[in-house]
């Protein structure tokens, strides 16, 4: 296992998935408060949002593992 790629696609990870998410919930937050839909709906928007946010980081883990493998290529004989 490659462990500084390892810490920088974490770390990196932990950094845009904080900004993602909160941008999900605050997104779900103020599209039912603009529109006044109620709790309900908002936290459904929440709900969605999140869930396009979840796949947002799926697709960057999978680039960012392309671009810096965790694992070490096989050695040659």
């Known amino acids: 296992m ?39 709906v908002g936290h459904v928007l929440m709900g969605v949002f999140s869930l396009f946010a979840a796949w947002i980081m799926l697709q960057l883990w999978r680039r960012a593992t392309s671009i810096e493998p965790l694992r070490a290529p096989a050695a040659h004989r």
């Open 2 to 40: 490659n462990g500084r790629n390892a810490i920088t696609i974490i770390s990196m990870m932990v950094l845009v998935g904080t900004e993602v998410f909160a941008v999900a919930i605050a997104a779900g937050w103020a599209l039912a408060g603009i529109f006044d839909l109620g709790e309900r």
